[in-house]
């Protein structure tokens, strides 16, 4: 899967190198290129933001260093294209969000804003490219997209076949089933007066699977019932 990333800080996602997602570009699972949007300007102090139009605090973005990224790497698409604008003020990012951008076939491109953000043609534009997203990971704010883009990196990538040792560790985990996930243990069976479920020592693989439903229900109710079916 193809993933590019538009940004003043491509420092910032050097830790894509390391751990599951590292592997996984080493191994040409995953081609993540990341891109300066400074290379894209035209003066020698390589500006990316302005004042804003109508006044209030701030900078935004410029359009023409993001237009000559985009075009850049539209010219070097490996797919149908979808521009991912992280964004406050976008459609909530979940599990089937990832699931479905894991399996949909397209070039993924991560356009990180700063400031008070990017000048709202540049999403004009990129719809004439491609499909475009802006996308929040929640309902709180950050300084810029790079935060939100590295979550939807993560959630995306972890989901591509061979990234994830073991699929099935993909099968039972929040959200994939609509539920929080059950609550884990493992040795030793008592810790600190702290004992291990006893059904989950009985070896009873019916008991174990109706227990751990009904603690996914349970954990459900009480931290997010805006998950529980109608
Ligand atoms: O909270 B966020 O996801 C987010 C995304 C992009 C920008 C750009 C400036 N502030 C931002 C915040």
Not at 40 to 57: C, E, F, L
Not at 184 to 206: C, E, I, M, N, Q
Request: contains cysteine; glycine residues 12%.
């Amino acid at each position: 899967m193809r993933i590019d990333v538009v940004t003043i800080f491509p420092a910032f996602f050097d830790v894509l190198d390391v751990s599951l997602l590292g592997r996984a570009r080493g191994a040409g699972i995953l081609d993540v290129r990341v891109h300066d949007l400074r290379d894209y300007t035209q003066d020698r102090h390589r500006t990316v933001d302005d004042t804003p139009y109508g006044g209030g605090a701030g900078m935004v973005m410029k359009p023409e260093p993001w237009g000559q990224a985009l075009d850049a790497i539209a010219a070097d698409a490996a797919g149908p294209l979808r521009f991912v604008f992280p964004s406050p003020a976008g459609a909530v990012f979940t599990q089937g969000t990832a699931r479905n951008w894991a399996t949909g076939g397209e070039h993924l491109v991560f356009g990180c804003g700063r400031y008070e953000g990017i000048d709202e043609r540049v999403f004009s534009y990129a719809a004439t490219l491609g499909q475009v997203s802006l996308t929040s990971i929640g309902d709180y704010v950050l300084n810029g997209g790079e935060v939100a883009a590295m979550a939807m990196i993560e959630a995306v990538g972890r989901l591509i076949p061979g990234v994830v040792g073991n699929p099935e560790s993909l099968v039972e985990e929040s959200h994939e089933d609509g539920l929080l996930e059950y609550p884990s243990f493992t040795k030793p069976a008592a810790w600190r007066g702290y004992d291990v479920p006893d059904v989950l020592l009985s070896g009873h693989h019916g008991r174990v699977s109706q227990w751990r439903r009904e603690q996914q229900l349970e954990r459900t109710r009480e931290r997010r019932p805006d998950l529980l079916p109608e």
